[in-house]
């Protein structure tokens, strides 16, 4: 029977590769009411542990519409409860606690030194390249939304970019329907094992780019830019696929949001694509981002 649904869900779903008139409704949909400008994706806060009714229908409302939002609020204080806060305002209930994650679940992106931290970029104030969260989690690990708040952010640099996910496919359904389906391949994109002084710390992950949930019929993309520690299927229509992709990532659109986050400010998105750009810190305060992970998508959306 949830087979059976799980079936329908996906036949419905506009993301199918096989399901042509669904796709062109949801894309003319889709673009008439992409909002035109980040402005447009901003929204005022007063409190974000204390939404009112109108704040939250506003940030549901940008994110049906782009997968995200910017929010902007006058807390400018660390607050380490705000992000658990805000998120349970819209559903956001499961964190993805990994194995850098402060305990509570919400990490404190900041340039470390040392070991193990300070050997993964996202600690560091070098530039991350696309990707969307959690790439290299298994599948019952899957990150369907992220949270990333502002305390202090750098001296200079540090900008992030963002590209709503579903445009992307868009992009490159129209160009080829076939490298829509070239990523959603089931062994697309493996992320090797991760080694560490113990042996194995994470299995090979393989897995699609591009996949439809099975219950909502919403998309879901695994995506990184590294070429490091990273295996492609080798096969012409994926790499056509990649090659593509990197294309619509590289070039400017109305639709890439870039942004540096100031104090107060944060973004809330169904895991879109994103980057970051590199940073110099003023040592006496150097930048500090909140950031949460979720199993679940933002609720509404
Ligand atoms: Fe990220």
């Not at 090797?192 to 699609?208: F, H, L, N, W």
């Not at 879109?272 to 981002?289: K, M, Q, S, T």
């Amino acid at each position: 029977m949830i087979a059976a649904l799980q079936r329908v869900a996906r036949a419905a779903s506009p993301f199918d590769p096989d399901n042509g008139i669904g796709y062109r409704h949801w894309r003319e949909e889709k673009l008439a009411r992409y909002p035109a400008s980040l402005s447009a994706l901003t929204v005022e806060i007063r409190d974000p542990r204390a939404l009112t009714a109108a704040e939250r229908d506003a940030l549901v409302a940008a994110i049906r519409r782009a997968n995200l939002v910017v929010y902007a609020c006058g807390i400018h204080a660390a607050e380490p409860d705000l992000p658990r806060a805000l998120g349970g305002q819209l559903g956001l209930a499961r964190l993805d606690r990994n194995f850098l994650a402060d305990d509570d679940g919400v990490s404190r992106v900041t340039v470390a030194g040392g070991k193990v931290r300070g050997e993964f970029i996202p600690y560091t104030n070098r530039p991350i390249g696309w990707h969307t969260d959690g790439y290299y989690n298994p599948p019952e690990r899957r990150i369907r939304a992220m949270l990333l708040h502002c305390v202090r952010r750098a001296a200079a640099g540090g900008e992030n970019t963002l590209l709503d996910h579903e445009i992307a496919y868009l992009r490159l359904r129209d160009e080829d329907p076939a490298h829509v389906r070239a990523l959603m391949l089931p062994d697309a994109l493996t992320i090797p094992a991760r080694e560490d002084d113990d042996g194995i710390a994470r299995p090979a992950e393989t897995g699609p780019v591009f996949s439809i949930e099975p219950e909502s019929g919403a998309l879901h993309m695994r995506f990184t830019a590294r070429t490091k520690s990273i295996e492609w299927k080798r096969d012409a229509a994926v790499g056509a696929a990649v090659a593509a992709l990197a294309r619509v990532l590289a070039t400017p659109s109305p639709h890439h949001h870039r942004l540096v986050l100031q104090p107060g400010m944060g973004i809330l998105c169904n895991n879109v694509l994103h980057e970051r750009a590199g940073f110099v810190d003023d040592a006496a305060a150097p930048r500090l981002l909140y950031r949460a992970r979720y199993y679940d998508r933002v609720a509404g959306t």
